[in-house]
């Protein structure tokens, strides 16, 4: 399986951390909240389109609320295959840190 | 109250909802517009707008980045067999590269010269509100005339609020050259014109020196162009300079001072002067609506949909202006329109023709199609050879869109490469196409966006058009049928194929044929006798020293036995036309008819024959009435039976009696798209004459020249010489018919050499595909002769249904262009036999190559080819 890009683990761990308020404005904020980054909604979307391709989330199109130009939010979840997935980046990093624990120590 | 909800650029959002995989599926622009909102209330408007637009554009690219990167490893690998097909079928490509390149080149270079055609008088600024005022002499009130009378203009401006200004100009004479002279410097000088100060303001003509708005206020002011300036004063400045002229050309020079410097006209302009004189300056009663001179009025509206209610007034206008029947009707023409769609006399240069425009459009679209249906037919003609490709890659999981897309793009890429190929023949070829045309075109006039968008729009549709056949048709093969035997040709793409070819000769038959109508329209003009020997006469314009003495210079002249004869006229064909009204006897009508005023040798030094009675010998006769010499049109107008029943006749000449001493054959003295004029002759003093006519002996013409100029400069020392030889003048009246035959020959010989590559590409082909049926025919005793029959049948059957086709088509549009003409020919059957025999011809020996290799070939080689 490949591995996910820093971009795909950050837009996933911001879709976990909203829970069920996961969509377009929500998960940008979230990362710039979480990394400092601002992503361009051309990138986020990208991104999102790539995972949804993976299998890794899932979208749900929400009620249309106001100030939308009559667009629904589309809501986004983690599948039990993203869960692992960043499960697996999270393993992949925590090993590559752990076997140089000096070099986090200085 | 609470603010309305502040809303996203509408295009920015419909940008997004183009992007139509993230709106179907996502939410981009609604999750952007609710964030939009956010920022206009946290940072203000323009900042949210800046961003706004980012996220638009960096999705926009994004979204192209995307679908480029999945399609790259495709596109790489489409486009490394596109070339390896190139490679391959050396002799094909270059059939379909060279002939697409050849019509791209063709659209490009008439586009060229149809946007020139198209820019004609819309430098200025107004050009939109400028309105030239034609004259009508016709009884439906359709306007005949671009010149007419003097008083009009100022009439104009004070009656209707609507026209702002109105500019008058006035030429003396048309095509005239009238004497210009600063110290040494004297030449005759065609373009001079009298101009009213408000020229400058209607019109953008740009002075280099001196103020626009006095420059030609005062009498006898002189404005000049760069170019003229430069002829006169080299480096000196010419402001304040004082140059003499003779305008009139009655011997009085008059005396004008410079007072500014006109930049150079553009060529896109309907008139050029390289004088123009203060309007003041003229002696002429210039408020007289009588008459019509070389005097044209322009008007500027103050708005262009005035045009329409002001033409309804004219006629009422005129009756309070001038007179309560009046014998002309006025009409405003849009300045922009005169270049391509006047059609009136008296025009200050030659106009082009919108027939041109269309029929320049219409060859480079057919030089085009032709191309691309070489494309399409040598593509699905050899569809077999790419059949196991396409049953590969289908076996291999491609779908049927993905195959379409293959082939489109290689067609795209082709016209691509044809583009470029295109511009490296238009770099070659601007040159002579500027010859051609006479216009100054360079490769820099392309680089503009305009341009570039044009030939974006070319290589896009040449491809889609010439592709998407081919790109149907080989995508929809059927894996299985291809890699179990060998493919053959479908009966659908065969049909198809002949229509195609049929369809590209008609094309080229069509062009064939046009251009053989104009070829024998234009030796008809120069074969067509014109009633006097316009071979060998040279034409110098008189002066006050001539005039006084005509006699003793025309003694000198008859002493060298290459001058046969002179004679002195006020006007000599090509060079315009009096216009009088008389009565003949027996009629109570007054007709108006062409005058001409001459001297008594004038019969005899233009080689008119007399018909009946005799030549005139003086003005008057001993009981003083007016001697006048006929045409045979005008008895025909006077409504005699015969030159001999008109002579003794007598007439009235606008109230001055005479008697018709002669009639005389009728000549030319217009262009052959004017009808001929009944022209009448009468002896007048040479003070009222403006020309010098020697007819020279067709020997040792340029001794005749040089013993000319040496009389002149001992018996007229203080005029420049100038002649020109009267045929010369005829054939410049036909210059541009010439130059649209020429271009057109040109342009047809492309068409015609783009259909045969293909047809050559369609012969190697067949004769492909039948070699062994060829072989085996060897074999079995066929003679060579009867192989190229074989091969050629087939061609010939399309060439000649292609006949049938194009002539009645062809024959429709030539018999349009004649009417331009007062004389015409008439495309024999002899016309539609040889266009359709050239036709055949040129197929014929394309095939021939092809298949007389075919048939000479040995049998043994081609079954052993399995």
């Given at each position: 399986m490949k591995e996910l890009t820093t971009l795909e683990q950050m837009i996933l761990a911001a879709i976990i951390a909203l829970k069920k308020e996961a969509y377009g404005v929500s998960i940008r904020k979230r990362v710039k909240k979480m990394t400092g980054k601002r992503l361009m909604y051309g990138t986020l979307y990208n991104a999102l389109d790539q995972l949804l391709r993976k299998g890794y989330v899932t979208k749900t199109k929400g009620a249309t609320s106001s100030g939308r130009g009559g667009r629904p939010r589309i809501y986004y979840a983690l599948t039990p295959e993203g869960k692992s997935a960043l499960k697996t980046s999270y393993d992949l990093h925590r090993a590559i840190w752990e076997s140089i624990p000096e070099f986090l120590g200085n | 109250?609470?603010?309305?909800d502040?809303h996203p650029p509408k295009l920015g959002q419909k940008l997004l909802s183009f992007l139509t995989h993230y709106e179907s599926e996502y939410s981009i622009s609604g999750d952007c517009g609710e964030e939009y909102k956010e920022r206009v209330r946290a940072h203000?408007?323009?900042?949210a707008l800046v961003w706004y637009w980012g996220q638009v554009a960096y999705a926009l690219a994004a979204s192209c980045r995307l679908s480029l990167s999945i399609g790259a490893s495709m596109f790489k690998n489409y486009l490394k067999i596109t070339?390896?097909?190139?490679?391959?079928?050396?002799?094909?490509?270059?059939?379909?590269?060279?002939?697409?390149?050849?019509?791209?080149?063709?659209?490009?270079?008439?586009?060229?010269?149809?946007?020139?055609?198209?820019?004609?008088?819309?430098?200025?600024?107004?050009?939109?509100?400028?309105?030239?005022?034609?004259?009508?002499?016709?009884?439906?009130?359709?306007?005949?005339?671009?010149?007419?009378?003097?008083?009009?203009?100022?009439?104009?401006?004070?009656?209707?609020?609507?026209?702002?200004?109105?500019?008058?100009?006035?030429?003396?004479?048309?095509?005239?050259?009238?004497?210009?002279?600063?110290?040494?410097?004297?030449?005759?000088?065609?373009?001079?014109?009298?101009?009213?100060?408000?020229?400058?303001?209607?019109?953008?003509?740009?002075?280099?020196?001196?103020?626009?708005?006095?420059?030609?206020?005062?009498?006898?002011?002189?404005?000049?162009?760069?170019?003229?300036?430069?002829?006169?004063?080299?480096?000196?400045?010419?402001?304040?300079?004082?140059?003499?002229?003779?305008?009139?050309?009655?011997?009085?020079?008059?005396?004008?001072?410079?007072?500014?410097?006109?930049?150079?006209?553009?060529?896109?302009?309907?008139?050029?002067?390289?004088?123009?004189?203060?309007?003041?300056?003229?002696?002429?009663?210039?408020?007289?609506?009588?008459?019509?001179?070389?005097?044209?009025?322009?008007?500027?509206?103050?708005?262009?949909?005035?045009?329409?209610?002001?033409?309804?007034?004219?006629?009422?206008?005129?009756?309070?202006?001038?007179?309560?029947?009046?014998?002309?009707?006025?009409?405003?023409?849009?300045?922009?329109?005169?270049?391509?769609?006047?059609?009136?006399?008296?025009?200050?240069?030659?106009?082009?023709?919108?027939?041109?425009?269309?029929?320049?459009?219409?060859?480079?679209?057919?030089?085009?199609?032709?191309?691309?249906?070489?494309?399409?037919?040598?593509?699905?003609?050899?569809?077999?050879?790419?059949?196991?490709e396409v049953g590969i890659r289908k076996v291999a999981g491609a779908r049927k869109n993905q195959l379409v897309r293959q082939f489109l793009g290689e067609?795209?890429?082709?016209?691509?490469?044809?583009?470029?190929?295109?511009?490296?023949?238009?770099?070659?070829?601007?040159?002579?196409?500027?010859?051609?045309?006479?216009?100054?075109?360079?490769?820099?006039?392309?680089?503009?966006?305009?341009?570039?968008?044009?030939?974006?729009?070319?290589?896009?549709?040449?491809?889609?058009?010439?592709?998407?056949?081919?790109a149907?048709?080989?995508s929809s093969f059927r894996p299985v049928?291809?890699l179990?035997?060998?493919?053959?040709?479908?009966?659908?793409?065969?049909?198809?194929?002949?229509?195609?070819?049929?369809?590209?000769?008609?094309?080229?038959?069509?062009?064939?044929?046009?251009?053989?109508?104009?070829?024998?329209?234009?030796?008809?003009?120069?074969?067509?006798?014109?009633?006097?020997?316009?071979?060998?006469?040279?034409?110098?314009?008189?002066?006050?020293?001539?005039?006084?003495?005509?006699?003793?210079?025309?003694?000198?002249?008859?002493?060298?036995?290459?001058?046969?004869?002179?004679?002195?006229?006020?006007?000599?064909?090509?060079?315009?036309?009096?216009?009088?009204?008389?009565?003949?006897?027996?009629?109570?009508?007054?007709?108006?008819?062409?005058?001409?005023?001459?001297?008594?040798?004038?019969?005899?030094?233009?080689?008119?024959?007399?018909?009946?009675?005799?030549?005139?010998?003086?003005?008057?006769?001993?009981?003083?009435?007016?001697?006048?010499?006929?045409?045979?049109?005008?008895?025909?107008?006077?409504?005699?039976?015969?030159?001999?029943?008109?002579?003794?006749?007598?007439?009235?000449?606008?109230?001055?009696?005479?008697?018709?001493?002669?009639?005389?054959?009728?000549?030319?003295?217009?262009?052959?798209?004017?009808?001929?004029?009944?022209?009448?002759?009468?002896?007048?003093?040479?003070?009222?004459?403006?020309?010098?006519?020697?007819?020279?002996?067709?020997?040792?013409?340029?001794?005749?020249?040089?013993?000319?100029?040496?009389?002149?400069?001992?018996?007229?020392?203080?005029?420049?010489?100038?002649?020109?030889?009267?045929?010369?003048?005829?054939?410049?009246?036909?210059?541009?018919?010439?130059?649209?035959?020429?271009?057109?020959?040109?342009?047809?010989?492309?068409?015609?050499?783009?259909?045969?590559?293909?047809?050559?590409?369609?012969?190697?082909?067949?004769?492909?595909?039948?070699?062994?049926?060829?072989?085996?025919?060897?074999?079995?005793?066929?003679?060579?002769?009867?192989?190229?029959?074989?091969?050629?049948?087939?061609?010939?059957?399309?060439?000649?249904?292609?006949?049938?086709?194009?002539?009645?088509?062809?024959?429709?549009?030539?018999?349009?262009?004649?009417?331009?003409?007062?004389?015409?020919?008439?495309?024999?059957?002899?016309?539609?036999?040889?266009?359709?025999?050239?036709?055949?011809?040129?197929?014929?020996?394309?095939?021939?190559?092809?298949?007389?290799?075919?048939?000479?070939?040995?049998?043994?080689?081609?079954?052993?080819?399995?």
């Amino acid at each position: 399986m490949k591995e996910l890009t820093t971009l795909e683990q950050m837009i996933l761990a911001a879709i976990i951390a909203l829970k069920k308020e996961a969509y377009g404005v929500s998960i940008r904020k979230r990362v710039k909240k979480m990394t400092g980054k601002r992503l361009m909604y051309g990138t986020l979307y990208n991104a999102l389109d790539q995972l949804l391709r993976k299998g890794y989330v899932t979208k749900t199109k929400g009620a249309t609320s106001s100030g939308r130009g009559g667009r629904p939010r589309i809501y986004y979840a983690l599948t039990p295959e993203g869960k692992s997935a960043l499960k697996t980046s999270y393993d992949l990093h925590r090993a590559i840190w752990e076997s140089i624990p000096e070099f986090l120590g200085n | 109250m609470k603010k309305p909800d502040p809303h996203p650029p509408k295009l920015g959002q419909k940008l997004l909802s183009f992007l139509t995989h993230y709106e179907s599926e996502y939410s981009i622009s609604g999750d952007c517009g609710e964030e939009y909102k956010e920022r206009v209330r946290a940072h203000g408007k323009s900042r949210a707008l800046v961003w706004y637009w980012g996220q638009v554009a960096y999705a926009l690219a994004a979204s192209c980045r995307l679908s480029l990167s999945i399609g790259a490893s495709m596109f790489k690998n489409y486009l490394k067999i596109t070339w390896r097909h190139i490679k391959k079928n050396k002799a094909y490509s270059f059939i379909n590269i060279m002939g697409l390149a050849i019509g791209i080149a063709c659209c490009i270079l008439i586009f060229l010269w149809i946007e020139d055609e198209l820019s004609f008088d819309r430098f200025h600024e107004n050009a939109d509100r400028i309105y030239r005022v034609a004259f009508s002499t016709s009884d439906d009130g359709s306007p005949t005339n671009a010149n007419g009378s003097f008083g009009v203009g100022p009439a104009l401006k004070r009656d209707f609020p609507e026209v702002m200004e109105t500019v008058r100009l006035r030429k003396m004479g048309q095509n005239v050259k009238r004497y210009v002279g600063y110290k040494e410097n004297k030449f005759y000088e065609s373009r001079f014109f009298f101009a009213e100060p408000t020229l400058f303001t209607v019109f953008d003509f740009p002075l280099v020196k001196g103020v626009p708005a006095t420059a030609l206020k005062e009498p006898n002011s002189l404005v000049l162009t760069e170019e003229t300036a430069k002829k006169y004063f080299g480096n000196e400045d010419p402001i304040g300079k004082v140059m003499e002229a003779d305008p009139y050309n009655d011997g009085e020079l008059m005396l004008f001072q410079i007072t500014g410097v006109a930049k150079d006209i553009p060529h896109n302009s309907h008139f050029h002067f390289d004088f123009l004189a203060s309007y003041s300056s003229l002696k002429e009663d210039t408020d007289s609506f009588n008459g019509f001179y070389q005097h044209f009025t322009y008007v500027l509206l103050n708005n262009s949909a005035a045009a329409g209610s002001l033409n309804d007034r004219l006629l009422d206008f005129l009756h309070r202006n001038w007179m309560e029947d009046p014998w002309y009707t006025l009409s405003l023409h849009p300045l922009v329109d005169i270049h391509l769609h006047s059609r009136l006399k008296s025009e200050i240069e030659p106009t082009g023709s919108i027939l041109y425009v269309y029929l320049f459009t219409a060859i480079a679209l057919f030089v085009l199609v032709i191309a691309c249906i070489n494309f399409t037919n040598l593509t699905t003609a050899r569809a077999a050879k790419r059949a196991r490709e396409v049953g590969i890659r289908k076996v291999a999981g491609a779908r049927k869109n993905q195959l379409v897309r293959q082939f489109l793009g290689e067609s795209l890429w082709l016209s691509l490469v044809s583009a470029l190929a295109a511009v490296l023949l238009i770099h070659i070829f601007l040159p002579p196409f500027n010859s051609l045309t006479g216009k100054e075109f360079s490769l820099s006039s392309l680089m503009n966006p305009l341009f570039i968008l044009g030939m974006a729009v070319i290589v896009m549709s040449v491809g889609f058009l010439s592709g998407m056949y081919p790109a149907f048709f080989l995508s929809s093969f059927r894996p299985v049928n291809t890699l179990k035997s060998r493919f053959s040709h479908s009966s659908s793409g065969t049909l198809l194929r002949k229509g195609l070819v049929i369809f590209q000769f008609s094309l080229s038959i069509g062009i064939i044929f046009a251009t053989l109508v104009a070829h024998k329209q234009m030796t008809h003009i120069q074969s067509r006798n014109l009633g006097y020997d316009r071979e060998q006469i040279m034409v110098i314009p008189l002066n006050k020293d001539l005039r006084q003495n005509y006699e003793s210079v025309r003694n000198e002249l008859l002493k060298h036995s290459g001058i046969e004869n002179t004679t002195t006229s006020a006007l000599v064909p090509t060079k315009g036309s009096y216009h009088l009204s008389l009565r003949f006897e027996g009629s109570e009508e007054n007709i108006a008819q062409v005058f001409y005023f001459i001297d008594k040798e004038f019969v005899d030094t233009y080689g008119l024959k007399l018909l009946a009675g005799r030549n005139i010998r003086q003005s008057r006769s001993k009981d003083g009435a007016l001697e006048l010499l006929l045409s045979e049109l005008s008895i025909k107008e006077a409504g005699y039976s015969s030159p001999q029943e008109a002579v003794g006749k007598s007439f009235n000449l606008e109230g001055d009696p005479g008697t018709i001493t002669g009639v005389v054959n009728d000549i030319k003295i217009y262009s052959f798209h004017r009808p001929q004029y009944p022209i009448n002759y009468l002896v007048t003093p040479i003070d009222m004459h403006n020309y010098l006519s020697v007819r020279a002996h067709p020997q040792n013409i340029s001794e005749t020249i040089g013993y000319l100029q040496k009389t002149w400069k001992e018996m007229v020392p203080n005029y420049p010489l100038d002649y020109f030889f009267l045929d010369a003048s005829f054939e410049k009246m036909h210059a541009a018919d010439q130059k649209m035959s020429h271009i057109f020959s040109v342009f047809s010989i492309l068409a015609v050499f783009v259909a045969c590559l293909g047809l050559f590409g369609l012969a190697a082909y067949t004769a492909q595909q039948k070699t062994k049926e060829i072989g085996v025919r060897k074999i079995l005793g066929a003679s060579p002769s009867s192989i190229y029959f074989l091969l050629s049948r087939e061609f010939l059957k399309w060439v000649i249904l292609a006949n049938i086709i194009a002539w009645p088509l062809a024959y429709y549009a030539m018999h349009q262009w004649l009417q331009n003409f007062a004389f015409r020919t008439n495309p024999s059957v002899w016309t539609f036999i040889f266009s359709g025999l050239i036709a055949l011809g040129i197929a014929l020996l394309t095939i021939s190559y092809q298949a007389i290799k075919a048939a000479a070939s040995n049998p043994v080689e081609a079954l052993r080819y399995e």
